[in-house]
C-alpha cells in the first residue's frame, strides 16, 4: 500500500509569484484535504476535494484553489504570493467524503516566500 | 465556530514516565470527534488516538490513552510508559458534523521524552 506522497518537498518563491503543489493520496482514497501549517502552530484547513469536488473550504482567500484528478491525486495552487504563505503544506488523504474516516498525512511542501 | 486550545506549548518527561497533554474545545454541536496526531520531527503526521463524542467509554490505543469529559469540554492525552520515540508535537483536533468537512487543530504541546 503506497502511502501519501507531496511534491515538491521544498520551494522558494519570490511575491506575487504563482506556485503548484502536488499531493498523491494514498491508494484506495478519494478525498484529499490540504492545510496550512506556519512555523510553530497547528495546521489550517484550506479546502477539501473529494471525487474532483470541492467539498469544504476553510478561511482562505481565493487565490489558493485546487483540482482533484480521476486518479484522486491533488493540487494545491496559490497565485500572487505573500510573504504570510511560507508555511509547511500539508496534504492529507481518507477513503471517502466523511471526515470521521482517519485523515493519512502527508510529509509537506515547505513553501519559503521570500 | 469551534477552537481547540491545548494550554501547554511545551512538556517533558523522564522515559518510562507518565504524562498528560490537555486539551479543551469550544463548539455548539452535539456529534462531533476527537482525534490526537503526533507530529515526529521531520516526519509525517500520525494519529494517535480517536474519540467518537457520543460514546462515553474513553479510547485507548496500547500506552496511549484520553480522559474525555464531555461537559467540561476536554480531551486530554495520557502516554504511560514513555519512550524517547514519543519525542514530537502532539496536535489536539475536532472535527463536527456542520463543521464544512473541516479538522479543526489546536497550536500543539512540544513533548520531550528524557533518557
Known amino acids: 500500500e503506497t502511502g501519501v506522497t507531496q511534491s515538491p518537498t521544498h520551494l522558494i518563491k519570490t511575491r506575487g509569484q504563482q506556485v503548484t503543489l502536488r499531493c498523491s493520496s494514498q491508494s484506495g482514497h478519494n478525498t484529499v484535504s490540504w492545510y496550512q501549517q506556519a512555523l510553530g502552530q497547528g495546521p489550517q484547513f484550506i479546502f477539501q476535494?473529494?471525487?474532483?469536488?470541492?467539498?469544504g473550504r476553510g478561511n482562505f482567500p481565493p487565490r489558493f484553489s485546487g483540482l482533484q484528478f480521476p486518479n484522486y491525486s491533488s493540487e494545491l495552487n496559490v497565485n500572487a504570493l505573500e510573504l504570510d504563505d511560507s508555511a509547511l503544506y500539508l496534504c492529507a488523504s481518507s477513503l471517502d467524503g466523511d471526515s470521521t474516516d482517519t485523515q493519512y498525512f502527508g510529509p509537506g511542501t515547505r513553501l519559503t516566500v521570500l | 465556530a469551534q477552537t481547540v486550545t491545548q494550554s501547554q506549548p511545551e512538556m517533558s518527561v523522564q522515559e518510562a514516565e507518565t504524562v498528560t497533554l490537555s486539551c479543551t474545545y469550544d463548539?455548539?454541536?452535539?456529534?462531533?470527534?476527537l482525534f490526537w496526531y503526533k507530529q515526529p520531527p521531520s516526519r509525517q503526521m500520525i494519529l494517535v488516538i480517536r474519540?467518537?463524542?457520543?460514546?462515553?467509554q474513553n479510547a485507548t490505543e496500547n500506552r496511549f490513552s484520553v480522559n474525555f469529559q464531555k461537559a467540561a469540554k476536554s480531551f486530554s492525552l495520557k502516554i504511560s510508559d514513555s519512550q524517547l520515540g514519543d519525542t514530537a508535537m502532539y496536535f489536539c483536533a475536532f472535527w463536527g458534523e456542520n463543521a464544512g468537512n473541516m479538522l479543526t487543530f489546536g497550536g500543539g504541546t512540544r513533548l520531550m521524552v528524557k533518557p
Open positions: 474519540q467518537e463524542a457520543y460514546k462515553q
Open positions: 463548539t455548539s454541536e452535539n456529534n462531533y470527534y
Open positions: 476535494y473529494y471525487r474532483e469536488e470541492e467539498n
